[in-house]
């Protein structure tokens, strides 16, 4: 199934890779796009629209890579940072609850986190 990619989503994208140190296929990858064939086509295409100068380029970077701008692979499935999401959202409104006036009563003393 194709996906269909907004106008200000591409736009974006592509000011991000002209602002960043990142290549063409680290910004595929951090925008989970299938290719990175996928931004030099949005450039082209945003050019002609006009909503990109025609003289838009990326700066010319500097040989080699520092380790910051070297993406790492994801290895966690969808299910697991989903999971994560919801775990983070779990613990913040604990901590929210927890921080209540009314609550204080009904919450154990010396209780450590995990346990």
């Known amino acids: 199934m194709k996906r269909k990619y907004s106008d200000q989503f ?6 991000d890779y002209y602002d960043s140190p990142l290549g063409v ?12 064939n996928y931004i030099n086509n949005w450039e082209q295409y945003l050019k ?3 909503l990109l100068s025609a003289g ?4 010319n970077k500097a040989v080699g890579r520092s380790p910051e701008d070297v993406m ?9 940072r989903q999971y994560e999401a919801e775990i983070e959202i779990l613990k913040a409104r604990i901590a929210y609850f927890e ?6 009563p009904f919450l154990k003393k010396n ?3 995990g346990k």
Request: a positive charge.
């Open 10 to 15: 591409k736009l974006a994208v592509i000011k």
């Open 25 to 36: 296929r680290a910004i595929a990858l951090k925008y989970n796009l299938p290719s990175k």
């Open 48 to 50: 002609e629209k006009g």
């Open 56 to 59: 838009a380029t990326k700066p």
């Open 72 to 80: 790492r692979y994801d290895s966690k499935t969808k299910r697991e």
């Open 99 to 104: 921080s209540l006036e009314y609550m204080q």
């Open 111 to 113: 209780i450590k986190p």
